[in-house]
């Protein structure tokens, strides 16, 4: 009796042990690492059927268009081209 006692508990301790090592962080929890959250947009940015997807949604959320607009134009490189386009289309018509 004493020796099943104890095989039980032992049985009990190991399996909540290997339980509780074994759980997996929510996506919340995953993405608040810097170095997952990076992993993740990496993997994202150079593989073409989740980069498409991704765009598509930040595309179609208002305060992802806003937000990706006010970068784009705030980048020189940017405004250059954006007055080099202009500047052409004047001289067009």
């Known amino acids: 009796m004493k020796k099943e ?8 301790a190991t399996f909540t ?9 929510s996506a919340k929890q995953y993405l608040q690492d810097e ?3 990076k992993d993740v947009i990496a993997t994202m940015v150079h593989h073409q059927p ?4 991704m765009m598509h949604e930040m ?14 134009m705030n980048d020189e490189g940017m405004k250059e081209m954006h ?3 202009t500047n052409l289309y004047i001289l067009i018509f």
Do not use: V, W
């Open 5 to 12: 006692t104890i095989l039980l508990f032992l049985f009990g």
């Open 35 to 37: 170095n997952h959250r």
């Open 50 to 53: 989740y980069m498409t997807e």
């Open 17 to 25: 042990l290997l339980a509780s090592c074994n759980s997996n962080p």
């Open 83 to 85: 007055k080099k386009a």
């Open 59 to 72: 595309i179609i959320n208002d305060r992802c268009k806003q937000m990706m607009m006010s970068n784009m």
